[in-house]
Nanobody, 118 residues
Framework: VQLVESGGGLVQPGGSLRLSCVVS????????MSWYRQAPGKERESVAA????????NYEDSVKGRFTISRDNEKKTVYLQMNSLRPEDTAVYYC????????????WGQGTQVTVSS
């Protein structure tokens, strides 16, 4: 199983980035997907989540209205569109797959760095 994130980088406050996470080695349609982030010295936190069929999404309060999670089950890819970025969004962003039949079955990507700074 592999989850490979991409799309991170350095962006100015107010800018946008689109993260992608390509998944292989599992039946993507049977996994709910999430984006997490971890800033230096802080615990990893959930940012956004999407159900296996894409019909349900959830967001952490600080990103509501700015971030959008989506998925393409044919491409086995989950996305995080991030707009109006703030310095406090700076973190390593990870994608996570959770099997819908057993919530203890989890897979993580290696992370991609997002830095918001002028």
């Amino acid at each position: 199983v592999q989850l490979v994130e991409s799309g991170g980088g350095l962006v100015q406050p107010g800018g946008s980035l689109r993260l992608s996470c390509v998944v292989s080695g599992l039946m993507f349609n049977n996994y709910a997907m999430s984006w997490y982030r971890q800033a230096p010295g802080k615990e990893r936190e959930s940012v956004a989540a999407i159900s296996s069929n894409g019909g349900i999404t959830n967001y952490e309060d600080s990103v509501k209205g700015r971030f959008t999670i989506s998925r393409d089950n044919e491409k086995k890819t989950v996305y995080l569109q991030m707009n109006s970025l703030r310095p406090e969004d700076t973190a390593v962003y990870y994608c996570r797959a959770r099997w819908v039949f057993n919530s203890n079955t989890l897979y993580w990507g290696q992370g991609t760095q997002v830095t918001v700074s002028s």
